[in-house]
């Protein structure tokens, strides 16, 4: 059967790649590429490949995961590789990883290779008037796995490799030190509101009730469901030691409500008071509120390095050229007070 | 050479990208790609046609809090204090000489002038910040801190329609 072409890669080079890292020298064709639409922190292709082997060829469907040109934040390939390939067998679902790249001679860019999985990762899927009847279920799942998450023993699911991050209020300061860090470097205009958000996070950091696994983007559109299953949760790039609370932040961003359910499924305290039974500790709400303003400033920072990006043309993508989303910055100052 | 305004231009890439392009992109990334840029080119449009408006009063809000800050701070009484270095920086932003008063200024100029007023913001809110900590019964610190933040929260609600300054929870 004939390779498939590809605008974003060599097909060729690919399938010499597979052939070698996945299938023992024997052949591999790709089939069809697509590249789905998702973050920019990272290119997504779906591929539909046919595995040869000595019973006849086997199709398999593989996703890869490739460093974009010029990013909206530095990422490390092999780190989110690593988070995915020591949670294979834990109690998170996510899809196992295969093999990593980091010669850009393959494919310009360093990439892995994971596992094809069913379902839908619709960031919208609120809008779908399928989802209604799913919510409940769908919602219970995506609590009840962060509190599986974050109750991981990091050193039996050997994540220590990630560092740590201290204990007390330094998970907290150190997060805000490194988002800072970049803001600083990538600021292409004065932002004083960013400045304020900063001195305030610093008085307000909170102690961290434990060090835990954090997903660092854990919200709708970040895992994959098909009815009212949720079958994996995807993106691994932001994942790090940290305070578990931070997750809550991001999963409360006002963006990614509907009405008042957070992330489109509990009111707010529905959606705690399950998270606790799963954890297993008590929720400081103010640390939560700390975190909602951590993340509102975190989207703000992804938008300026995506606009910084653009004006370098490291990055092509336009949806960046104007900055950041504008009512975050509003967002910030509703939560703090400033 | 005559060209029609920058935001007609923006506009027009948008139409053709509507009318042209999209309907004919078989490919879901290229299509959901090609429908963001269009998105952005609306925006873009839309801001140019303010921008003048918008940088003039963001200007004259940022002048305005600068000068309430600078006037609620005392004279230092040493050359070389935390506080004169302060109200010398605010005052040597201030005192940059832009041609405000004409009419054909360019958006160009107008933002330079945002980026200068700006940028004293940010280094006096820093400033302030560390004079409050050695002094925090200091009044007029604060006062001044206020001023430079009422200028943050108006140009917060400005991004956000959706949010009413009374929705502001004060909770420091």
Sequence with gaps: MGSATSAWFDVRRLEEWLTGRLNDGRGVNVLTVERITGGQSAETYRLRTLFAGPDGAQERGLVLRRDPEGGLVERDIAREFGVMRALADSPIPLPRVYALELDPGWLGRPFFVDEA?????????????????????????????????HRLD???????FLGSPGEGRLPALREVDLWEDLFRRRQREPNSLLVEAFLWMRANAPLAPRVSLVHGEYRPGNFLYDGPRLIAVLDWEYAHLGDPNEDLGWAFMKQ??????????????????????????AVDREAVRFWEVFSNMKVVCIGITGQDAFCRRTMDFAPFAAGPTMNVYAEIVRLTGL | ????????????????????????LDDPYARTIAMRVCGELGTLAGRLVDVRRWCELENAEARLALQSALDALAPADGEASALADLR????????????????????????????????????????????????PADASLAQAREALRAVIRAQAVRRDPGLDAAQIQHRN
């Design chain 1, 117 to 149: 999985l069913p379902g839908t990762a619709d960031r919208n899927l609120f809008n779908a008037p399928a989802f209604a009847a799913h919510r409940p279920l769908l919602g219970a799942q995506f609590v009840d796995l962060l509190a599986k998450m």
């Design chain 2, 1 to 24: 050479m005559y060209l029609p305004p920058l935001a007609e231009i923006l506009e027009g890439l948008q139409r053709a990208l509507q009318r042209s392009v999209i309907p004919a």
């Design chain 1, 256 to 281: 990614f409500r509907v009405g008042d359910c957070e992330s489109g499924f509990f009111a707010r305290e529905e959606f705690l008071e399950r998270y606790e039974a799963g954890a297993g500790w």
């Design chain 2, 88 to 135: 010398a920086t605010v005052a040597a932003a201030l005192a940059r000489e832009f041609p405000s008063d004409q009419p054909d200024r360019s958006e160009q100029s107008l933002a330079a002038e945002g980026q200068v007023l700006g940028g004293a913001i940010e280094t006096a809110i820093l400033r302030l910040h560390e004079l409050q900590r050695l002094q």
């Design chain 1, 154 to 160: 990091v050193d039996k699911w050997n994540l220590a």
